[in-house]
């Protein structure tokens, strides 16, 4: 079993949709959690960061953490064309990260 | 601006060949890290280092070696011993993990 989890898609979804993109682990001690975003042949840049359990809004996006569970959503309200991209969720306990494989998003016009 | 920058965009291998990709930083971070990227496996730590002059294996080292004699540079060299090279390569950079990695545009490697 992986350490993280994420459904790869493709998942394709209408302009104005909200967007769930999920990761599972399975490591108790990861503290620290985080969502990448990275369009075709660039590298990832940071959307959000969490630390421990709850919730996080930045705008359009809004990250949740379920230690409990073991289970990370990102959620993309008002999607637009310009959010298709491939997101990746990471997360760790100290400076090495563990990645999700990435969720590919398309959202169409 | 501070970031990191990868070079070259694109390279091509030829087989038995060593080829380094070079990777630079002004963002003053002390840790820095080397992934590969495959189609479905998403990112696998090569190596990482969070000081000058010391690095650790990553999960997929054999058949690559890095140095990091200065705090803005980690080269990564591809061996001939690495059977499958073909891949797209990502360094990343870290102050606090409270912050989470930056990382460069990548690199393209590619066996010819």
């Known amino acids: 079993q992986k350490e993280v989890e994420q459904d790869p898609g493709p998942l394709s979804v209408p302009e104005g949709a909200i967007v769930s993109l999920n990761c599972t682990y399975s490591n108790s001690a990861f503290q620290y959690f985080m969502w990448y975003r990275q369009y075709s042949r660039k590298g990832p840049e940071l959307l959000m960061y969490t630390y421990s359990s709850g919730n996080k809004e930045d705008g359009r996006f809004t990250a949740q953490v379920d230690k409990s569970s073991k289970y990370i959503s990102l959620f993309i309200r008002d999607s637009q064309p310009s959010d298709s991209a491939t997101y990746l969720c990471?997360?760790?306990?100290?400076?090495?990260?563990?990645f999700g494989t990435g969720t590919r998003l398309k959202v169409l016009a | 601006d501070g970031g990191i920058t990868q070079s070259p965009k694109y390279l091509f291998r030829k087989e038995g060949q060593n080829v380094t990709l070079s990777c630079e930083q002004n963002l003053n971070h002390d840790a820095m890290y080397w992934y590969r990227q495959d189609p479905g496996q998403g990112l696998r730590l090569i190596y990482y280092?969070?000081?000058?002059?010391?690095?650790q294996k990553g999960d997929i080292a054999e058949g690559y070696s890095v140095s990091r004699e200065k705090k803005e540079s980690f080269p990564l060299t591809v061996t001939s011993a690495q059977k499958n090279p073909t891949a797209f390569y990502l360094c990343a950079s870290i102050d606090s993990v409270n912050y989470g990695y930056t990382f460069g545009s990548g690199t393209r490697l590619t066996v010819v």
């Open positions: 280092s969070q000081i000058v002059n010391d690095f």
């Open positions: 990471a997360m760790s306990e100290t400076y090495k990260y563990i």
